[in-house]
């Protein structure tokens, strides 16, 4: 049977077991189809997970509880979910090179906060308990607890600003991050937009945190993370690398030597479903001294393990650590700067002036005198979906923002190459171009916008001509 008969099959049969039920899922998961495949996805976060990585999330191995790690269950009955774990931390140590890797983080965040607790028991739990002669914390007498809590809450990190690409989970002040940790960020080269590693060093001086993070969700640079662990390791700070982002770009060799962070950091968090092209998902990968305390995520801050998306992982790495996944990954650098050009031909400011990863951020108000939120809606009335964000020192703050945030890692596992980018920018160009501010009572509006008559249609026609030359998922015939 052919790959296209059986992924047809298997996915007929799953909406007509669903539909049976609930046709309204049903029809709600043939909608999200036949949107992807209509829409010209630059989401940088997102991609398109494979069949294979996809079913195997549809199975019996949800119904099971697991709570703990491989041989450490709470639970009984786990010889299956042991094996699918062991072998998505087997694959993810063998991608990336890792010494241990933890497997069971629900998302990104989840896999940070993992993290967290790990650093906070190695560098203040433990000394605590070890300073009391005891091995737990329920050990601790009320005085020494209520110390050791205490302790927790004086602890200092130091991240990457929100505005200059870092992520809301590195420290700020609207997630959990921020209320554990006093946190205080760098920012970039105001003239270059580059990350600045003297900055970082006299601020890592004088801050003097236990954590530092790397990583980010919109700097579309790459970064050296010797300098990043030299700079930690002067001030005796952990370092923790976020690569949610660059993940794939990491297991795809692109980036290598002291642009690949796994080697230097402490600790490395990641989600798998942005540029690894796995299930949504996150995990933990860790140097020895840190696996102990990572390997109690769950019940730690983890609900229980989801073994079905964890089987999903196994699937999506066995996938990364193919010949194939380099050339995917490479092509993803190679797009994003062909996507580059393509804007900077036709005129348009990007921060930083291009890119050297999977991601491009185009700054909408100097290029086009728009906002974020307006650049958006209109990019998304044309079929081209992409998400506003803030740029450096962003003059229309977090919500409506000056820069619309484009990744190429979806469209490149649609097999598309620096021509159709080149034609993408085009698309995008002329969307902007034609799209202008609408005024309101006081003034012009920031959310609010006209698009010259004709320019949506035709945009909307070209990108369906393109979509129709790279199929999302053609095995599948619905
Ligand atoms: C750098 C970074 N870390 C963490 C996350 C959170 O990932 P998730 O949405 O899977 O929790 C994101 C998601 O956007 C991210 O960009």
Redesign the pocket.
């Known amino acids: 049977m052919s790959d296209t008969s059986r992924a047809t099959d298997a996915y007929r049969a799953l909406l007509d077991v669903v539909a049976a039920v609930e046709p309204t899922i049903a029809d709600a998961i043939r909608g999200e189809l036949d949107n992807q495949r209509h829409q010209l996805k630059l989401i940088a976060?997102e991609n398109y997970a494979s069949p294979a990585t996809l079913l195997a999330m549809g199975t019996w191995l949800s119904d099971k509880y697991a709570e703990g790690t491989v041989g450490h269950r709470f639970y009984a009955g786990c010889e299956y979910v042991d094996v699918v774990e062991a072998r998505a931390a087997e694959l993810a140590r063998q991608v990336f090179g890792a010494p241990h890797a933890y497997v069971q983080p629900h998302?990104?965040?989840?896999?940070?906060l993992v993290a967290y607790w790990a650093i906070l028991a190695q560098r203040v739990e433990q000394p605590a308990l070890d300073e009391a002669g005891v091995r737990h914390v329920n050990d601790l007498d009320d005085a020494a607890w209520a110390k050791l809590r205490r302790a927790f809450g004086e602890q200092r990190m130091l991240g990457m600003s929100l505005d200059a690409g870092?992520?809301l989970?590195?420290g700020f002040r609207p997630n959990i991050s921020g209320k554990l940790f006093d946190q205080r960020s760098y920012g970039t080269d105001p003239e270059t937009g580059l990350l600045d590693y003297a900055e970082v060093r006299r601020l890592a001086h004088e801050v003097r945190p236990l954590v530092i993070v790397a990583?980010?969700?919109a700097y579309p640079r790459r970064i050296d993370f010797a300098a990043m662990r030299e700079i930690a390791d002067e001030v005796g700070a952990t370092l923790m690398v976020?690569?949610?982002?660059f993940a794939g770009l990491v297991a795809g060799k692109v980036m290598t030597g002291d642009e690949d962070p796994v080697p230097f950091a402490h600790i490395t968090?990641t989600?798998t479903?942005?540029s690894l092209r796995g299930p949504?998902?996150?995990l933990v990968l860790c140097q020895p001294e840190l696996a102990e305390f990572v390997d109690k995520g769950c019940p730690m801050v983890l609900g229980g393990p989801l073994p079905h998306v964890m089987a999903a992982k196994a699937v999506a790495l066995a996938e990364a650590a193919r010949p194939e996944f380099r050339d995917y990954a490479h092509a993803i650098v190679d797009n994003a700067r062909a996507l580059a050009e393509g804007l900077l031909r036709r005129g348009a400011t990007l921060v930083t002036g291009g890119t050297d990863n999977h991601l491009v951020l185009l700054d909408v108000a100097s290029s086009y005198g728009l906002t974020g939120r307006q650049a958006e809606s209109a990019l998304l009335d044309a079929g081209v979906v992409t998400n506003r964000n803030a740029i450096p020192r962003d003059p229309n703050g977090a919500w409506y923002t000056s820069g619309v945030r484009l990744g190429t890692p979806a469209l490149t596992t649609l097999g598309m190459g620096p021509s159709e980018m080149d034609e993408v920018a085009d698309l995008i160009d002329t969307t902007l171009r034609a799209t202008t501010r609408a005024s309101g009572p006081s003034g012009p509006s920031k959310a609010k916008y006209t698009v010259a008559d004709g320019v949506v249609e035709r945009t909307r026609a070209r990108a369906a001509e393109l979509l129709e030359k790279f199929p999302l998922y053609p095995e599948i015939v619905l």
Not at 107 to 112: C, M, P
Not at 242 to 245: G, I, N, P, V
Request: hydrophobic share 15%; charged share 15%.
């Open positions: 976060s998302s990104g965040i989840d896999a940070n870092g992520h989970t590195h990583g980010y969700s976020d690569m949610a982002h968090t989600t479903h942005k949504r998902g996150g």
